[in-house]
Structures are given as structure tokens and as C-alpha cells.
């Protein structure tokens, strides 16, 4: 959800310009390997970030405050690879 991570993130990205008013399920962080390896649960994202003045929750959705609008995307350069035969 941080601008660091959005102008990367083509997933995230699409969630937040697809969810009803920039909200997004939290269920879709639990995907996330860091998320996996630590086993942590909705409850424990919500309790983790419910004090953050970057985020806004409504039930079990987030969005970045004020529905933030996302930064500029960063669209990697395409590597020149030669074909081997």
C-alpha cells in the first residue's frame, strides 16, 4: 500500500483502481509470502495497522487515507536477450 511498493506492484495496483472507493479486501495481503511464512490472520493484519495514519479501514477492506490516489507507475525497461540457438 506504500507508494515505495505501488509503483511496482501491478496487483496491488489494479485491486486499489478496481475496489469500490480505492478499498481492498485484506484477505488478499494473506497471499503474500511474508504474510504466509508468519501465518498472520486478517485480525492480526487489521490489529498491526489500525493506528496507521496511512491507512483506512471499513470492516475487513483497507485503502490508503483519503483514498490517496496511487503514485506513478514504474514500468520496467525490457532487457535486451539474445535468443540462443
Known amino acids: 500500500m506504500s507508494d515505495k511498493n505501488l509503483v511496482k506492484d501491478k496487483f496491488f495496483r489494479d485491486q486499489i483502481s478496481t475496489g469500490k472507493d480505492g478499498y481492498i479486501?485484506?484477505?488478499?495481503f494473506l497471499n503474500c509470502n511474508n504474510?504466509?511464512?508468519n501465518k498472520w490472520t486478517v485480525k492480526d493484519i487489521i490489529d498491526a495497522c489500525k493506528d496507521s495514519q496511512y491507512l483506512e479501514f471499513?470492516?475487513?477492506t483497507v485503502r490508503r487515507a483519503g483514498n490517496n490516489p496511487l503514485p506513478v507507475r514504474e514500468v520496467p525497461a525490457k532487457?535486451?536477450?539474445?535468443?540462443?540457438d
Open 79 to 84: 532487457t535486451d536477450v539474445k535468443k540462443r
Open 25 to 28: 479486501a485484506i484477505t488478499h
Open 58 to 60: 471499513e470492516g475487513e
Open 35 to 37: 504474510v504466509k511464512t
